[in-house]
């Protein structure tokens, strides 16, 4: 079972030289999955949630290449908060760990990379639900 220790930052390879920046993230070599999908969220304000679900099966990274935005994890009983704030910087999310995504700066692009297509059965929306399926993994 996953917990919020899981979650970890990644750093990838920055190829800049006198012509400027390029960051190469490869599926399965700077991140563990292969990549089955790409979106990215832009435009959101300040004040917004975003987020707010966990997935059964799918794997996540999480790149602000444009400004910045936070990422508060939990899984059931801890919760910890990761700042993305640099194009060659993210932070990998495993299954099954509940995600809220906040604080976006007005210029935020926040990429994510997916291990898998979207299916929306695969979602728990309902928080309630979800700290129910964790508190019983754990025998609580
Ligand atoms: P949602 O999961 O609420 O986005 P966020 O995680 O940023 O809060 O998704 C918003 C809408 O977009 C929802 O109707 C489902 C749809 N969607 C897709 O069709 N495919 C996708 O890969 C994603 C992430 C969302």
Do not use: C
């Amino acid at each position: 079972m996953n917990t919020v220790d899981d979650v970890k930052m990644v750093e990838f390879r920055d190829f800049g030289d006198e012509r400027g920046k390029l960051v190469v993230i490869e599926g399965s070599r700077d991140i563990p999955f292969e990549i089955e999908r790409v979106f990215y969220i832009y435009d959101s304000d300040h004040d917004i949630i975003r987020g707010q679900h966990a997935n059964r099966q799918s794997e996540f990274v999480l790149i602000n290449v444009s400004g910045r935005s936070k990422v508060k994890v939990y899984d059931g009983k801890n919760s910890k908060i990761f700042s993305l704030d640099k194009p060659m910087t993210g932070v990998y999310l495993p299954s099954m760990i509940w995600k809220d995504m906040y604080d976006f700066s007005e210029d935020s692009v926040l990429l994510v990379l997916a291990s898998a297509h979207y299916d929306e059965s695969e979602y728990i929306r309902e928080k309630e639900v979800y700290e129910k399926l964790m508190h019983a993994q754990n025998g609580d």
